[in-house]
């Protein structure tokens, strides 16, 4: 009995975030009320909501994501989990304009950036991977200068960065 309180009390807190932030309705979260399951389920898909709002409350917070992406990332999730068992380690991807994240590559110092560039389409598809580096992609890569602060022309404010093309391929979709 006090596990069932339990679940309940958690499944409202999450189901009332979830609707709070107009992220999902009822009818979207109708499967992780369901009490018609047995207890083991329900803490399945009790962990699932508590995965899924782990991640939003992530790119909330961290990220600071409009509402339209927030709402796509929620719903991509809440209908992947109906369908899979729950996974820890998936991997959800969400396409974002470069400018909805700006203030965080502005102001940050870069340690690696990556980047995935797809042109083309259907058999013509070309997939690059490019990343950006403050250390060379080997260790046995010197970058000797004149200055010892690491940086190329001696300003202090343009730090020494190293480029790599992690791959660069034509795609066969078909």
Known sequence: MLLEMGLDKMRKDYINYLISEQLATLNHLCFYLSTEVD????????????????????????????FDRLFLLTQSCLQHYKTIPYDEEREFKLQI???????????????LWGAEV?????????????????????????????????????????????????????VNFA
């Open 97 to 111: 304009k470069p400018a909805l994240i700006s203030h965080l590559y502005q102001k940050e110092q870069p340690v």
């Open 39 to 66: 207890l083991q389920e329900q803490v399945i898909r009790l962990r699932k909501l508590h995965h899924l709002l782990e991640i939003i409350v992530t790119c909330s917070t961290f990220l600071s994501l409009p």
């Open 118 to 170: 797809f042109s083309g389409q259907g058999p013509r598809e070309v997939r690059t991977s490019l990343q950006l580096s403050d250390r060379p992609l080997v260790d046995h890569v010197l970058l000797e200068t004149d200055n010892p602060n690491g940086t190329v022309n001696g300003d202090s404010e343009e730090a020494a960065l190293f480029s790599t093309m992690v791959c660069c391929s034509l």
